[in-house]
Structure formats: structure tokens, C-alpha cells
């Protein structure tokens, strides 16, 4: 059979459906997305067509669908002239997504078979109760638009480092534990403020204010042991555990680094989540 016979062959939608392992209905919708067009649409019966030299394409849309590929990405890469080139760059960012993935829901996992431990009773709470004593601070601040790592954390990294920074002019040592501290939030956000210890005669400073957090009555806390990843769990334990008890938060909620070399957050650090209570 000479190519120009091969190329001439033509198929039915349906059976050109049948070759991809698709549906009917799945090979309009990619035409009708301008992802993969039959070669001829009969003018007055609207029937489609496909050529064999389609079924590559059809073959490869499958391929990256049941990879998890979405269609537009699928769209790009026909359009690409390297298409080899195009395709490695492809799988590579979409195991990379799967691998991100993966290791979220083995997190995910872990924290269920946590809670169900807690629920089975063999997880005893780790939450305490106790007075907080007054600490001066030296301390910056900022606006998050909400709670929640992905809108805190970007805000973090710029405050601690113009800490650093101001704290380092002004001669003043950075003194541990780190606490940071949150106010509740209004119409602009919620206030994150990032502090050191300051020394028992702290003094004022450009790009910094003295702050002093005052004594709290009794306070709800709990140590979490790790980096940020698994934080708000720890701090969705420790609400679950004071409404139990028969407490409410009545004030700032702080972050206390007792543990953490540098600051990037590893898992040998220890957090102590504070919140101030009273008996509700």
C-alpha cells in the first residue's frame, strides 16, 4: 500500500472513536474546542470524518488525559513547533504536581490517623492551662488579607528579615524566644505582628516599636513539635480542646518559638500556641 493510499483513509466518528477508546460525545466537544477537528464535515449531512494521520494526535490527547493533563495544556503543546521539547517540559511540571500531590495526601493521611487515635482514646491531649507573665518586645507588624498559610506566610519572611535588619542598626541583639502574635480580623485583614525578647531595659529604635505584652490570667496552650506544615492542626486541637473544656479565646493569639534554629522552620523546632481564656 503506497502512503498516499494511507493518508486517504478515512473514518467515521464512531470509528474513529472506537481506535482512541473514547466516546462519540468526547471527540465533538474536541472539536468543538479546536483541539482536534475532523479532516472533512460533510456539508449536508454534517457527518465527520477523521484521517489516519489524526489518530497519533487522538492517541496522544488520550494519553496525557488519563495523566491528569487538562486541555488547555494539552492545547499548547499541539501548537508547539518542538514538540518533543514541548511534551518533556509537560510530564516533568506534571510530576512534579503529582509528586506535590502525593506528599500532601500522606500529610492528610497522617493527620487522620491522628485524629482517629485522639477519637479512640489512645492520644491523650496535650493542652495546658496557665498564667502567661508580661514580656517586652521588640516588634514589627503587618496586614494579611486573611488567616491561613497561604496568605500569612508571604507576609512573615519581609517582616522578620526588616527586623532583623533595624534591630542590627540600632545595636540591639536578637534576643530568643520569637513570638509572634495575631490580632482578629477587620475589614483590611488581620495584624501579624513578628517580635523578639527585648532586653530587661529594651530601648526604642527606627523600624521597630517596644512592645509589651501583658500578662494573661490563664492561657489555653500546646506545644507543637515540627515545622509550619502541620501547625494549624496543632491549633485546631488546641480550639477543640479549650471549647471542650469550657473555655473562650478572649484575646490575641501568640506563637512562641522556644525551639527554632534560623528561620527557616524545620522539624526540630518547638512552637508553644498560646491563647489567652476565660471560663465561658
Known amino acids: 500500500m503506497s502512503w498516499s493510499s494511507v493518508v486517504s483513509i478515512m473514518y467515521t466518528i464512531g470509528e474513529f472513536a472506537a481506535l482512541g477508546r473514547v466516546?462519540?460525545?468526547?471527540l465533538r466537544h474536541y472539536d468543538a474546542i479546536g483541539l482536534l477537528t475532523p479532516a472533512r464535515v460533510d456539508v449536508r449531512t454534517g457527518y465527520r470524518s477523521y484521517a489516519i494521520d489524526q489518530l497519533p494526535l487522538l492517541l496522544r490527547i488520550v494519553e496525557l488525559r488519563e495523566l491528569g493533563v487538562g486541555l488547555e495544556r494539552i492545547g499548547e503543546l499541539a501548537d508547539a513547533e518542538d514538540q518533543d521539547a514541548a511534551l518533556?517540559?509537560?510530564l516533568v511540571a506534571r510530576r512534579h504536581d503529582l509528586e506535590s500531590s502525593i506528599a500532601a495526601d500522606r500529610l492528610r493521611i497522617a493527620r487522620i490517623e491522628r485524629r482517629l487515635r485522639?477519637?479512640?482514646g489512645d492520644i491523650m491531649s496535650d493542652v495546658v492551662y496557665k498564667p502567661l507573665a508580661p514580656v517586652t518586645v521588640y516588634a514589627v507588624?503587618?496586614?494579611a488579607p486573611g488567616m491561613g498559610p497561604e496568605n500569612v506566610s508571604p507576609l512573615i519572611g519581609p517582616l522578620i528579615e526588616g527586623l532583623d535588619?533595624?534591630?542590627a542598626a540600632a545595636g540591639r541583639p536578637l534576643l530568643e524566644p520569637g513570638i509572634f502574635w495575631y490580632g482578629?480580623?477587620?475589614?483590611?485583614g488581620i495584624?501579624?505582628?513578628v517580635?523578639?525578647?527585648a532586653e530587661a531595659d529594651p530601648v526604642a529604635g527606627e523600624g521597630y516599636d517596644v512592645v509589651e505584652l501583658p500578662a494573661v490570667p490563664t492561657a489555653a496552650t500546646l506545644q507543637h513539635r515540627g515545622d509550619m506544615t502541620g501547625i494549624g492542626e496543632s491549633w485546631s486541637t488546641l480550639m477543640q480542646q479549650l471549647v471542650a473544656d469550657g473555655y473562650r479565646v478572649v484575646g490575641d493569639t501568640r506563637e512562641v518559638y522556644l525551639e527554632a534554629e534560623g528561620h527557616e522552620p524545620g522539624p526540630d523546632w518547638l512552637t508553644e500556641l498560646q491563647a489567652p481564656v476565660e471560663r465561658a
Request: avoid cysteine; charge should be negative.
Open 191 to 193: 495584624d501579624v505582628h
Open 88 to 90: 518533556r517540559i509537560l
Open 23 to 26: 466516546s462519540v460525545r468526547m
Open 195 to 197: 517580635s523578639y525578647t
Open 141 to 143: 507588624h503587618g496586614v
Open 118 to 120: 485522639h477519637l479512640e
Open 165 to 167: 535588619r533595624s534591630l
Open 184 to 188: 482578629s480580623e477587620g475589614e483590611e
